[in-house]
């Protein structure tokens, strides 16, 4: 499998931007979204399976993130509103197997990251 992430830029607080991935074919259970802030650690943002079930949302994505699938496109958007300075960082999608879709280590393929800079 092979991910494809799109849509990070640069915007003010208050703006919205919407993150595409995009997988070469479907043999996972679960595809999501993760994020690392410079000298921070990867935080699991928010997943979905592809056939039923969630979707699942990190501490910092509810309430303003909205994940959502296109199983005919293999394909997975991460509408995020409101944004912060703090949702600063690289936005990495990937792709898993197993029964925890917010479990870091359950991710086994990642795409190349898409930055995301919100200033004040």
């Known amino acids: 499998v092979q991910l494809q992430a799109s849509g990070g830029g640069s915007v003010q607080a208050g703006d919205s931007l919407r993150l595409s991935c995009t997988a070469s074919?479907?043999?996972?259970?679960?595809m999501g979204w993760f994020r690392q802030a410079p000298g921070k650690e990867r935080e699991f943002v928010a997943g979905v399976r592809w056939n039923e079930g969630g979707p699942y949302y990190g501490h910092s994505a509810k309430g303003r993130f909205t994940i959502s699938r296109d199983n005919a496109k293999n394909a997975v958007y991460l509408q995020m509103n409101n944004l912060k300075p703090e949702d600063t960082a690289v936005y990495y999608c990937?792709?898993?197997?197993?029964?925890?879709?917010?479990?870091?280590?359950?991710?086994?393929?990642w795409g190349q990251g898409t930055l995301v800079t919100v200033s004040s």
């Open positions: 074919e479907r043999n996972y259970h679960f």
């Open positions: 990937a792709v898993g197997w197993g029964d925890t879709v917010t479990r870091t280590a359950d991710y086994k393929i």
